[in-house]
């Protein structure tokens, strides 16, 4: 069985803003490396919705933000997935390229709780 993936305001806003930087620097092939890769990333991220590794939790461990780096491109898709319903929609909330470097509350991803020890 496989999740709906949707996207939130944010993440729709980064992507345009990817495909509007890589259209002016380096070409429409590079916007269509990117649109490629994301859709490979959302037909695994609906058959797998735990494969990306966990950057933060809520209190009871069940709704978890993820990150999945892009099979041969340089950009990162941070996701939302809660794993208390194998029913819910896994949302979209951020697009970054690697070499942007922002913390998690900057980039309005929650932050990550300490481990337990």
Do not use: C
Request: aromatic content about 8%.
């Amino acid at each position: 069985m496989s999740r709906r993936v949707r996207f939130r305001r944010e993440f729709a806003r980064d992507l345009r803003d990817q495909v509007r930087w890589l259209d002016e620097n380096r070409g429409i092939e590079w916007v269509e490396r990117l649109r490629t890769g994301l859709d490979e990333a959302i037909e695994l991220l609906a058959r797998f919705p735990a494969i990306g590794p966990a950057e933060a939790k809520d209190d009871g461990d069940q709704a978890v933000v993820r990150r999945l780096l892009l099979r041969k491109l340089p950009y990162i898709v941070w996701y939302l997935a809660d794993a208390s319903d194998p029913d819910a929609d896994l949302w979209l909330l951020r697009l970054f390229h690697a070499r942007q470097q922002r913390p998690l509350a900057e980039a309005g991803l929650p932050r990550r709780k300490p481990r337990k020890r």
